[in-house]
Each structure stands twice: as C-alpha cells, then as structure tokens.
C-alpha cells in the first residue's frame, strides 16, 4: 500500500507546477509560543550531551522534507530545461534504435 501511496504522490508532484509541488513538500510553520524555548528531560536518566547530540525524530523528517524540497526542485529543473531546449539528441536517437528494433523483431516474428 505504501507503494502505491508514494506513486501516487510522485504522480501528483509531475503534474503540479513548480509552486504547488514546493508547497507539498515544505512543512507548514506551526509553531506555538508554549514550544519555544522548552526542554525536555532525557529519557532513562541519559545524560544531557546524549540528549543533545543525538538526532531527533524531528532532525530526520527535516533531512526527509530536504531531500523531498531537493527532487522537487531538480525536477523542475530538468523539466524547464526539457522544454527550452527539447529532448537530447541522444535521447532520440535511442528511441529510434528502440523503434527499429521493436519493428525488426515484429517482422521476425509475423514471419515464423
């Protein structure tokens, strides 16, 4: 299910411009004045350089909305450049190889 879910949304970011998709990505900015400046107590007695160093839940899903933030923009990219300067010339040519294949073997097999 996961899987269909996370095709889904790349779906939905290839077909939303650049500012929708960017908005997708980048979490909302809630933050209440209560949080500010609190600080919890290390779990199990750990000391307090632990509790410091040690990465947060909060730490990996901002590295996660960061590399999100990073495909969405390299997409854009990729897709302004695309419609700039049309596809790459080997691109094409590939898919006409593809092609001469695809119809060599069609022949090869309407024959036997």
């Known amino acids: 299910m996961q899987i269909a879910a996370f095709l889904s949304d790349l779906k939905s970011l290839s077909i939303c411009t650049h ?9 909302a ?30 730490d990996e899903t901002d590295s996660e909305l960061q590399r999100a933030n990073e495909l969405v923009s390299l997409h854009y990219d990729v897709k302004l450049k695309y419609l ?10 590939a898919a006409q190889d593809v092609e001469k294949v695809l ?9 036997a």
Do not use: H, M, Y
Request: charged content about 20%; overall charge negative; proline content about 9%.
């Open 84 to 93: 700039e300067t049309g596809p790459d010339a080997e691109l094409e040519k």
């Open 29 to 58: 900015a809630t933050t209440n004045a209560s949080e500010v400046g609190q600080v919890s107590s290390p779990p199990n007695g750990a000391s307090i350089t632990n509790a410091i160093n040690a990465p947060s839940a909060a």
């Open 103 to 111: 119809r060599d073997l069609s022949r090869l097999k309407s024959k």
């Open 19 to 27: 500012e929708a998709a960017i908005a997708l990505v980048k979490p």
